[in-house]
Nanobody, 126 residues
Framework: VPLQAYGGGLVQAGGFLRLACAAS????????LGWFRQAPGKEREFVAA????????YYANSVKGRFTISRDNDDNTVYLQMNSLKPEDTAVYYC????????????????????WGQGTQVTVSS
């Protein structure tokens, strides 16, 4: 299931970006959609996830209150609205998906997701 992430770029601290991830099929076919990021020299980390059928949205503590994940079932896209960006948000951002409705204890684990986009670079300057 190809996933295509885009929308990254260079922004000043305090600014915003909206990432998008286009899937090759309707997002309702996925039980869980997520975003992860990987900064240079660091491991990939969970950012946000959204489960289908009113399952709610979940965020890493580092982005809670600043980032919002949403899904548009009509155009096969999941979004990550990133506000009040900080230099520590600099990373390559990856979208991920699985047909499973991931349990909460695993929702932040990359192994729970089976499909991955190619990543889009976000750079926040101070």
């Amino acid at each position: 299931v190809p996933l295509q992430a885009y929308g990254g770029g260079l922004v000043q601290a305090g600014g915003f970006l909206r990432l998008a991830c286009a899937a090759s099929e309707r997002t309702v076919s996925f039980g869980t959609l997520g975003w992860f990021r990987q900064a240079p020299g660091k491991e990939r980390e969970f950012v946000a996830a959204r489960r289908s059928s009113g399952g709610g949205s979940y965020y890493a503590n580092s982005v809670k209150g600043r980032f919002t994940i949403s899904r548009d079932n009509d155009d096969n896209t999941v979004y990550l609205q990133m506000n009040s960006l900080k230099p520590e948000d600099t990373a390559v951002y990856y979208c991920a998906a699985t047909r499973n409705r991931v349990i909460l204890s695993s929702i932040g684990q990359s192994a729970a997701y089976h499909y991955w986009g190619q990543g889009t670079q976000v750079t926040v300057s101070s």
